[in-house]
């Protein structure tokens, strides 16, 4: 059994008729042309003798599982038995129609971004998959169906190997547009791949996501107290604040729980708090949430609109670490970004 804490259980009849998986070389995203709704019913209709993918994410950033991991998912033909799929909205709704014939799927949202962050930090949790985004069909890592397609990303000389994932000549799935996210989704995956220093400021990328351009990266390494409501300092200047408002963010956080006794647990928040000189600072809003269980390295990711000063007081994105533990610290903090 392996199912994602936080994903809805969307599980297929008949899981175990699939097979089991034989190596978990990839995760794989596909995009829908529908809606999440409308493809979950599709799959529940057919259960496990069509084409299925693991997860599915919608609109809003909801996450559902259709197979256990376990098991093999259908999305992506010859190489099922060794990828995980992963399904995406992009239609109807906030997305609009649009023609789909040609490459027109839009872009990924910011929640969407946020959910296969959160899919592709557990399937590299769980089944060891490296956080790196391919640059082939044959290399392990973070790819996307086109990649395996031929008359598209399959060299000529794979075809009819592991690495065909599809049956269907030029396919491009999904989407030129999407594509270009996916390095900078992996980045907000891995967190922060800075060793033991803080890292250099990376130049913006021309594209980003979601035309947000700016990067944020924070890193820090000592040890800090994370008992009561804690903030957590996110650089060893002892800074707090990831972003200040106005400003739209996607962001992942990284942090070594320890000094956790047993029985004792936390929640690990990304947070809007309202600050004023002088005056306490309070969370206004809980953007991301995780429940902080054992003495290891936890991820928290989250997309918001920070509003503009409010009443005097400043709105700013912070990672606080909530607990009754008395002994709890935190290091090894990591923060991976990009803002507008
Ligand atoms: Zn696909």
Same mark, same amino acid.
């Given at each position: ?10 599980? #297929? ?17 596909? %995009? ?20 299925? *993918? ?17 098991? %093999?998912?259908?999305?992506?033909? #010859? ?13 109807? +709704? ?58 598209? +990303? ?11 994932? *599809? ?37 913006? %990328?021309?594209? +980003? ?31 707090? %604040? ?15 729980? *320890? ?77 991976? +970004?990009?803002?507008?």
């Amino acid at each position: 059994m392996a199912m994602m804490p936080g994903a809805t259980n969307r599980l #297929l009849a008949n899981q175990a008729r699939q097979g089991r998986m034989q190596s978990y070389d990839a995760a794989v995203l596909h %995009t829908m042309v529908g809606s999440l709704a409308g493809t979950d019913s599709m799959f529940q209709k057919d259960g496990t003798v069509g084409t299925e *993918s693991h997860f599915g994410v919608g609109e809003n950033g909801e996450i559902c599982q259709w197979v256990d991991t376990a098991y %093999t998912a259908d999305a992506n033909y #010859l190489g099922s038995g060794h990828v995980i799929s992963i399904e995406t909205a992009d239609y109807g +709704g906030s997305f609009g129609r649009w023609n789909t014939n040609g490459d027109n799927v839009p872009y990924w949202n910011a929640k969407q971004i946020v959910a296969i962050v959160k899919i592709l930090q557990w399937v590299h949790k769980t089944h060891g998959i490296p956080l790196r985004a391919m640059k082939s069909v044959t290399e392990k890592g973070v790819g996307y169906h086109a990649q395996g397609v031929p008359n598209n +990303g399959l060299p000529a000389s794979l075809r009819g190997t592991k690495y065909q994932w *599809s049956k269907y000549p030029g396919k491009v799935c999904p989407g030129k547009k999407r594509i270009s996210q996916i390095p900078e989704i992996v980045r907000l995956a891995q967190g922060n791949t800075a060793p033991t220093t803080q890292p250099a400021p990376e130049p913006a %990328t021309p594209k +980003g996501v979601l035309g947000m351009t700016k990067r944020i990266n924070a890193y820090r390494k000592k040890a800090q107290k994370a008992t009561g409501t804690r903030h957590l300092m996110i650089d060893d200047k002892g800074n707090y %604040t990831i972003a200040t408002g106005p400003a739209e963010a996607v962001v992942s956080a990284k942090a070594d729980i *320890s000094g956790l006794k047993k029985g004792e647990h936390g929640f690990l928040i990304l947070a809007e708090v309202m600050y004023k000189k002088g005056q306490p600072t309070v969370i206004s809003r809980e953007i991301a949430t995780v429940k902080v269980t054992a003495n290891t390295v936890w991820s928290v990711a989250g997309a918001w609109a920070l509003p503009k000063d409010h009443k005097g007081k400043s709105p700013r994105l912070r990672l606080i670490f909530k607990t009754s533990s008395k002994t709890a610290t935190a290091h090894n903090v990591y923060i991976s +970004g990009v803002r507008d």
